[in-house]
Every structure is written in C-alpha cells, then in structure tokens.
C-alpha cells in the first residue's frame, strides 16, 4: 500500500486555492474538514482514493476484486482500414496474375521438354527438325523474360529455367551429333 503525502506549501500557488470536491469545498485553509476523492483509472482493479485532511493531501492505492477481465487497450479497429483493405484487395489481384503467369511458364516449359524428348527418342533425325523446337524455346524465353520484368519470377529463377531448357537442347543435339563441343584449350 503506497502513501502520497503532500503539503499545501510545496503546491503550486494556482493550486492552493483549488477547490477538489464538489458541494462540500476543502481547501489548505480548512485545516479541520477531510474529504476523499476518487480518480478515474485505466485499471478496474486499482482505486486510488485521494484524502485531504489538516493542509495535506494523501493518496492511497487500493486493490479492489476484479469482477471480470479488464480490458486495458480498446483502440484496436474492428474494422480494417482502408488502405489495408486496399492492399489486400491488389495482392489477391497480383496473387492470380502471378498464378496464370507461373502456370504459362510451366506449360511452355513443359511443351519444349517434351518436343526435345521425342526428337531425342527418333533415332533418324535430321537437324532440321531442331527448327520447330528453337520456336518453342524462343518463346518459353519471352515468357520467363516477361514473368522476370514484371516481379513474378526472380531473376535466378528465370536464368536458371532458361538454362535448364538450354542444356537439354544441347544434349539432344550432342546426343545426335548435330553439335561437337568444342575442346578447350589450357593454356599454360
């Protein structure tokens, strides 16, 4: 239990005068009456009762049953703002776009692979029927290309699939003969 005592000689002289009930007026020069007062509070457990009595003021802190949980903060919205509803509005937009465009990446990824696994498979190819597969390849390009300016993709992923198409190309191509790689030389 903490007490507060204060005199009316260390106040302020605007608050001398200052008259803290309501009806029944107490000031320092009524040295005789006491009077009690009561704070408002952010917490419903805690009172702080305010006494006045012989030219002092006193505070006393007291803890009172808690009949129920008590809420502290209520600032928090029910209610999104609306900026926040906005965001989330243009990320489920940007969420599909991405989804449509990461599902072309993936179909013409898909396309190119298969057109290189049949002319691997043929075992009379000429190196002409790599044309209609360069076509694919070039086209699975632009779309990562695309996917990559716009953000849906990171630009080591967009690298690294175009890689993976370019390595399969020139597998099938060494894997025919189309394509001797060239020796390298060491310099030393």
């Not at 802190?61 to 029910?78: D, G, K, N």
């Not at 489920?92 to 599902?103: D, L, M, P």
């Not at 057109?115 to 075992?123: E, G, I, S, Y």
């Amino acid at each position: 239990m903490a007490t507060l005592s204060l005199s009316c000689l260390t106040l302020p002289s605007k608050l001398r005068n200052l008259s803290l009930s309501g009806p029944s007026s107490s000031s320092c020069s009524s040295s005789n009456q006491s009077s009690t007062f009561k704070s408002l509070g952010f917490s419903t457990n805690l009172s702080h009762t305010y006494l006045f009595s012989n030219g002092k003021l006193s505070m006393r802190t007291i803890e009172r049953p808690s009949r129920h949980l008590s809420v502290v903060c209520e600032a928090a919205p029910t209610k999104k703002a609306d900026s926040a509803a906005k965001r989330a509005r243009q990320a489920e937009k940007r969420r599909i776009y991405n989804k449509s465009r990461k599902s072309e990446i993936k179909t013409r990824m898909k396309k190119v692979l298969e057109a290189l696994d049949v002319l691997k498979k043929k075992t009379d190819a000429a190196s002409e029927e790599i044309v209609p597969v360069e076509k694919l390849i070039a086209e699975a390009y632009s779309v990562i290309d695309k996917a990559v300016r716009v953000g849906t993709l990171h630009r080591n992923t967009g690298a690294r699939r175009k890689s993976r198409l370019a390595r399969r190309k020139k597998a099938v191509e060494i894997h025919h003969g189309w394509y001797t790689p060239a020796a390298t030389v060491n310099a030393v």
